[in-house]
């Protein structure tokens, strides 16, 4: 099966792990979550931390959703300034306006940094 | 959870609704995961750069479902958009092994992931995800009766259970005979290969008993398989189950990983 499209009946019938695919790909997400789960088990007890099979499917369902939440906020933000086009200072703003994404302040500032990492603005509020 | 047959929550067509703002207690600590991304980021090559995000072209079409179709998405907001999920990942997988590592457990489990996301503030997220797992798991039954048909892409199947969303207890009755792979990390690797069954099977009426996510204990175990689209149209199937007590089988399941366009 080749990609999906957003009109097509599988979309319309929801996801499942054996009649379609996956908006993510899982290999990515568990890479990120052994990642992850590497630095918290080598900092604890220092033994291998196993991924659940469904672990990364939830996942899958899970990062669809918050890239739907954090696209709405930034598409907004984007409004908010009379434009058509979302920038990168829309989803910095949609994240500093949003308790539950505060997480991602260091992510949208940091980037917001460049290459040079640690320098450069510090601060909130939109760019 | 009272959920039906065939939920509609959790369709990706019907999105959950606006998000209220709550105060959320982010009592992890975003900042270290965030300085150690900074550092990997600045150090990392560029294939390691594209494992570590998520592909900017599942990132475009999920947003492009989302916005009106005259929006135009720039260059830089989905570069952002693609670290702000890593970053949730890292996130609630990091409150999910904080969880683990309490009740003494090795394994991340699918009801960790849900329990971490309700913790952290993502309560909004944790009906739509118990329906799309009831599916999954539903359609998974299907699957494991449809074993004798066509076979996988040169891998052995054998069947897995899937461990109930909301019953923890249950979790250390569950001994199913799966194939354990105590340490992975060079390449992830594929329990089993199935291949997408293409068209979607409501549940049979007898696996339906009960609200809650607990699986019959009559019945076959549940087997799982996942699957996944990648953008050159390659086909890559993961399914992969772990269980620390389990040692029962010890053929080392096939590499099948296909290379992901770049």
Known sequence: ?127 | MNNPQNPKASAPCTLPPELPKEAVATDEAPPPMGNNNNTESATATMVREQDRLMPVANVSRIMRQVLPPYAKISDDAKEVIQECVSEFISFVTGEANERCHTERRKTVTSEDIVWAMSRLGFDDYVAPLGAFLQRMRDDSDHGGEERGGPAGRGGSRRGSSSLPLHCPQQMHHLHPAVCRRPHQSVSPAAGYAVRPVPRPMPASGYRMQGGDHRSVGGVAPCSYGGALVQAGGTQHVVGFHDDEASSSSENPPPEGRAAGSN
């Open chain 1, 1 to 127: 099966m080749r990609q999906a499209r957003p009109y097509s009946g599988i979309f319309c019938g929801g996801v499942s792990a054996r009649t379609g695919p996956h908006a993510l790909p899982l290999a990515r997400i568990k890479k990120i979550m052994k990642r992850s789960a590497g630095e918290a088990a080598a900092a604890a007890d220092g033994g291998a931390r196993m991924i659940s099979g469904e672990a990364p499917v939830v996942f899958s369902k899970a990062c669809e959703l918050f890239v739907a939440e954090l696209t709405r906020r930034a598409w907004a933000a984007t409004l908010d300034g009379k434009r058509r086009t979302v920038h990168r200072e829309d989803v910095a703003t949609a994240v500093h306006n949003t308790d539950l994404f505060d997480f991602l302040v260091d992510v949208v500032t940091a980037d917001t940094a460049g290459g040079t990492g640690g320098g450069g603005h510090d601060g909130n509020g939109a760019l």
